[in-house]
């Protein structure tokens, strides 16, 4: 399923880092053309999540925390295919407390909730689900061209 490049822990992008602090585990999903970009973000991050063991969850709490990242991812993924001609890649990074999510496109529009949020209104949920669910979320430019990694901070479970 998943090649070297795609699991393979780095040191150097954006996860690395959260809060100064580095991230004890990054994995990267290159995902530029790919069919099916939501599926294969959330089994890559379901993996990545039994591998650092967060799943399978021990008590409720640890089961909807690991939903809550799954549920964030499915939603980066999502607006990036709506909004910025489809994710280039996924970074998925955790240290002892904070599980970071980064989506990396090449739009140049930036993401925000809807506002005002109408519960009943069809689509525009997804930045509002990671308003949320997030302790932190932003964007962050491409200094070298088109494009931005869009970020998102989870607490991990206890």
Same mark, same amino acid.
């Given at each position: 399923?998943?090649?070297?490049?795609e699991s393979?822990?780095?040191a150097?992008?954006?996860?690395a880092r959260?809060g100064?602090?580095?991230?004890?585990?990054?994995r990267?999903l290159?995902?530029?053309?790919a $069919?099916?970009?939501?599926p294969r973000a959330r089994?890559?991050?379901?993996r990545a999540?039994?591998?650092w063991?967060w799943?399978?969850?021990?008590t409720?709490?640890?089961?909807?925390a690991?939903?809550?990242?799954?549920l964030?991812v499915s939603?980066?993924?999502?607006?990036?295919c709506?909004?910025?001609?489809g994710p280039e890649?996924?970074?998925v990074?955790?240290?002892?407390?904070?599980l970071?999510?980064?989506?990396?496109?090449l739009?140049a529009? $930036?993401?925000?909730?809807?506002?005002?949020?109408r519960?009943?209104?069809?689509?525009?949920?997804?930045?509002?689900?990671?308003?949320?669910?997030?302790?932190?979320w932003?964007?962050v430019?491409n200094?070298?061209?088109p494009?931005?990694?869009?970020?998102a901070?989870l607490?991990a479970?206890?």
């Amino acid at each position: 399923m998943g090649t070297a490049a795609e699991s393979a822990a780095s040191a150097a992008g954006g996860a690395a880092r959260q809060g100064g602090q580095p991230m004890r585990q990054v994995r990267r999903l290159r995902l530029v053309g790919a $069919s099916g970009a939501v599926p294969r973000a959330r089994d890559f991050t379901r993996r990545a999540l039994q591998d650092w063991g967060w799943l399978p969850a021990a008590t409720a709490d640890q089961r909807a925390a690991a939903e809550d990242v799954l549920l964030v991812v499915s939603e980066l993924v999502t607006n990036a295919c709506l909004h910025a001609n489809g994710p280039e890649e996924l970074r998925v990074g955790a240290n002892a407390k904070v599980l970071r999510l980064e989506i990396v496109d090449l739009g140049a529009g $930036s993401p925000s909730p809807r506002t005002p949020h109408r519960a009943g209104r069809p689509g525009g949920h997804g930045m509002f689900i990671v308003q949320r669910l997030c302790l932190d979320w932003g964007v962050v430019r491409n200094p070298e061209g088109p494009g931005k990694t869009v970020w998102a901070e989870l607490a991990a479970p206890h």
